[in-house]
């Protein structure tokens, strides 16, 4: 134990800001950066202006919400975010008779807002490091599973005992490898609402041909709002319900900005694994990523083809596949940008400098060789069922009716068990969400696709290789030539979807709310097959404990052996919590005699319009492009209105929706992709190559204002406008 503290200790003294451009930063390590650089850059701001544990700083306009990240720009709870964020809010209340994501949404007053169905927006609160919490509920006797339970039972109850107030929500996250642990406590709003949404010829325009492509002309935004109740409590939407008003905001500059211009953004990344060991990266690529493109691949043509048969199939199916071509696209980029960049044998040669600088030492030199070792044969052992683990997420996670039934015999299983000692996600904690997911699927449930879809993956799962056999399928099966049993799959499936009553909100209810003697004797057919899958499923669930166990003691040893090699230029790799980081306005170069400028303009706009989808300018822009009334939205040095823009900005998914804020503090973009060029990012950051996508804020003002005359959003707006 007292070894494990003191690792803690040296690891926390090691981990220095590196100070390049790069890097996503924790707010809590602000005071480290070398702001008297940043302040020669163009930064106005001092630490506590952007964050403090006591006064909150800018960071309090920064919210998270629908996988991405958005900002309060008005006393009134607006917010500003992407359109792809809002995305399936949009989908969510698009009919035949309106179309929203087509035609676009406007509320001219506040009783015409329309609920973001299923979205709950989370606003930060505060940040405590509870590192020696949690480290020490370990001993170094532990198995890898137990130390793995031990930290999520300590996790467990550090969470119960700060959400106390059942507005609070609270996440404990990891850091370097699971040498650093820190309690994120939000206020969780659960009444979220549609102001303004442009068509998708604006806020996608381009679609998947220009997604992650520079140039780009997207209006990738969307405004919401967000509500409480009278007494400022949080609530579930009502028309009683009022406005949200926000501890901070932020202002917007119409001011514009130009090349070299400093800018910072605050946002939530998803995951970046710039941290990650040679072995874990082998194992992404060459193992992870074919099976996972050969899928998505396989998966969009089954659901581009059910989409074609009926219009409003395609409304419901669009959410689901615009998040398929999304990392479709990213991951084929990842893929090329390793093989261009050969960062696998960068990684491995690092390592290898790594056991060359401690080989004069042999102590350092035998810690070195065991952890890379242990990693070694850790992922060699992890590969062996990687094809059944894969199988078993995507069916589950795709594939809606039996997403229910497994979701509801897994929280059978553990109401039968004391709250603190359930699965994470099935304690009374996650009860309401978990409720109101029975119900929000619902708009988008299409049974006859959802039947073909699991039927795709069941016919996978017969072909895995031996060792690796899904039993609850093969049981299915069992005995049968091949031709039988495919013709035994088809009837097995068509069974479930004939005989379940999953396919209501009212039902799913019925079955959450039974004990487990209960729903086994519904003899449903869905959830009867997901309790023989339960076994697999647990299997893999253990299996995984054993390895995330092994590698919270593996990764904060090698954490520290670079630490002690690079003088502490470490910085931790992102995990969905709030980050900071900040950068320039700047063109680039992907290759040799091309250069990129730093913005795109409205004619570019309508230059690409081709009067078809993904390039089908809408006829309001195109009228109001024909009138060049620009209003104070030109801008001179470009010679015209300004579309996106680029930064060097260090963003990844989850990122989506952050605000791009000048050196003043104010609101002149929204990020909402990186470049094709820059995809490797998320493993290594190249400030040659690596771009943040933004779209400016004349141009959102420009469309509000001039193009679809949204008088009382502009005025609401105008207030906080700094000109």
């Not at 015999?409 to 309401?432: A, N, V």
């Not at 969400?433 to 073909?452: A, G, I, R």
């Not at 400028?597 to 993904?614: A, R």
């Given at each position: 134990m007292t070894r494990i503290l003191l690792l803690c200790f040296v690891i926390a003294l090691a981990f220095l800001p590196t100070f390049a451009d790069e890097g996503m930063w924790l707010l809590n390590d602000l005071e480290k950066l070398p702001f008297d650089s940043l302040h020669s850059k163009g930064l106005k701001l001092s630490p506590p202006d952007i964050f403090s544990p006591n006064t909150g700083g800018l960071a309090e306009a920064v919210i998270t919400f629908g996988g991405g990240t958005g900002s309060f720009v008005s006393s009134d709870g607006l917010i500003l975010t992407n359109h792809h964020v809002a995305y399936t809010a949009i989908q969510r209340q698009s009919k035949l008779e309106h179309d929203y994501l087509e035609k676009g949404f406007y509320a001219a007053s506040k009783d015409k807002e329309l609920p973001a169905i299923g979205y709950d927006l989370y606003v930060l609160q505060s940040i405590e490091n509870v590192t020696g919490q949690v480290l020490g509920a370990l001993n170094e006797k532990m198995t890898d599973l137990e130390r793995y339970l031990a930290i999520e039972k300590i996790s467990k109850e550090i969470i119960a005992k700060a959400e106390k107030d059942p507005d609070l929500e609270c996440d404990l996250a990891s850091m370097y490898g699971g040498s650093q642990y820190y309690l994120y406590t939000y206020f969780k709003i659960k009444d979220l609402r549609l102001v303004f949404a442009p068509p998708r010829s604006i806020g996608d325009f381009g679609g998947e041909i220009d997604n992650w492509i520079w140039p780009r002309h997207a209006g990738d935004f969307t405004f919401l709002r967000a509500y409480v109740a009278p007494d400022g409590k949080s609530a579930e939407y009502s028309p009683e319900n009022v406005a949200y008003h926000p501890k901070k905001y932020l202002k917007i500059s119409a001011a514009g900005i130009k090349e070299g211009d400093f800018v910072f953004l605050m946002g939530y990344p998803g995951r970046t694994r710039r941290n990650d060991s040679s072995y874990e990266i082998e194992k992404t690529l060459k193992h992870d990523y074919p099976l996972d493109l050969k899928t998505r691949l396989e998966l969009i043509a089954l659901l581009e083809k059910e989409s074609k048969t009926d219009k409003n199939i395609a409304i419901k199916l669009s959410s689901r596949l615009k998040g398929l071509y999304n990392y479709l696209k990213k991951n084929q980029g990842i893929v090329e940008g390793f093989a261009r960049s050969g960062l696998l044998e960068k990684k491995i040669d690092q390592e290898n400098q790594l056991q060359n600088f401690f080989s004069k030492d042999k102590t350092s030199a035998k810690e070195c060789a065991t952890v890379l070792g242990a990693l070694d044969n850790l992922y060699k052992e992890n590969i062996k069922s990687q094809q059944k683990d894969f199988l078993l997420g995507w069916?589950?996670?795709?594939?809606?009716?039996?997403?229910?039934?497994?979701?509801?015999?897994?929280?059978?299983?553990?109401?039968?068990?004391?709250?603190?000692?359930?699965?994470?996600?099935?304690?009374?904690?996650?009860?309401?969400?978990?409720?109101?997911?029975?119900?929000?699927?619902?708009?988008?449930?299409?049974?006859?696709?959802?039947?073909?879809?699991?039927?795709?993956?069941?016919?996978?799962?017969?072909?895995?290789?031996?060792?690796?056999?899904?039993?609850?399928?093969?049981?299915?099966?069992?005995?049968?030539?091949?031709?039988?049993?495919?013709?035994?799959?088809?009837?097995?499936?068509?069974?479930?979807?004939?005989?379940?009553?999953?396919?209501?909100?009212?039902?799913?209810?019925?079955?959450?709310?039974?004990?487990?003697?209960?729903?086994?004797?519904?003899?449903?057919?869905?959830?009867?097959?997901?309790?023989?899958?339960?076994?697999?499923?647990?299997?893999?669930?253990?299996?995984?404990?054993?390895?995330?166990?092994?590698?919270?003691?593996?990764?904060?040893?090698?954490?520290?052996?670079?630490?002690?090699?690079?003088?502490?230029?470490?910085?931790?790799?992102?995990?969905?919590?709030?980050?900071?980081?900040?950068?320039?306005?700047?063109?680039?170069?992907?290759?040799?005699?091309?250069?990129?400028?730093?913005?795109?303009?409205?004619?570019?706009?309508?230059?690409?319009?081709?009067?078809?989808?993904?390039?089908?300018?809408?006829?309001?822009?195109?009228?109001?492009?024909?009138?060049?009334?620009?209003?104070?939205y030109w801008d001179k040095s470009i010679n015209g209105v300004p579309v996106d823009f680029l930064t060097d900005l260090d963003i990844t998914n989850g990122n989506s929706g952050s605000p791009v804020v000048d050196g003043r503090g104010r609101l002149v973009g929204v990020a909402f992709d990186g470049n094709y060029e820059g995809m490797t990012s998320d493993y290594q950051y190249n400030p040659q190559t690596s771009r943040t996508i933004s779209v400016d804020i004349r141009y959102i003002l420009y469309l509000v204002d001039k193009v679809y005359q949204a008088q009382s959003l502009i005025e609401e707006l105008s207030a906080k406008i700094s000109r």
């Open positions: 069916i589950t996670n795709y594939c809606d009716f039996l997403r229910f039934a497994t979701s509801i015999y897994k929280w059978d299983l553990e109401k039968q068990k004391p709250d603190l000692q359930r699965e994470p996600g099935y304690q009374d904690r996650d009860t309401s969400e978990t409720v109101q997911w029975l119900k929000t699927s619902q708009v988008n449930l299409v049974p006859k696709t959802d039947q073909k879809v699991l039927l795709f993956f069941l016919e996978k799962a017969l072909q895995l290789p031996p060792g690796q056999k899904i039993q609850a399928v093969e049981e299915l099966v069992k005995g049968q030539s091949p031709k039988a049993r495919n013709q035994a799959l088809k009837n097995f499936v068509a069974g479930l979807y004939k005989g379940t009553k999953l396919g209501t909100v009212e039902q799913r209810h019925k079955m959450f709310r039974m004990d487990l003697t209960q729903l086994e004797a519904s003899n449903d057919p869905f959830i009867n097959f997901a309790k023989k899958l339960e076994k697999d499923r647990e299997q893999v669930r253990t299996k995984n404990k054993e390895f995330r166990g092994a590698l919270t003691r593996l990764e904060p040893e090698l954490m520290q052996l670079y630490a002690r090699w690079k003088n502490g230029r470490l910085y931790p790799d992102a995990n969905s919590t709030i980050r900071f980081n900040y950068g320039k306005v700047r063109d680039f170069k992907p290759r040799d005699a091309v250069t990129y400028s730093c913005f795109t303009t409205l004619s570019g706009v309508i230059e690409k319009n081709t009067g078809k989808e993904p390039f089908d300018v809408p006829e309001e822009l195109q009228k109001a492009y024909a009138k060049k009334d620009w209003g104070t």
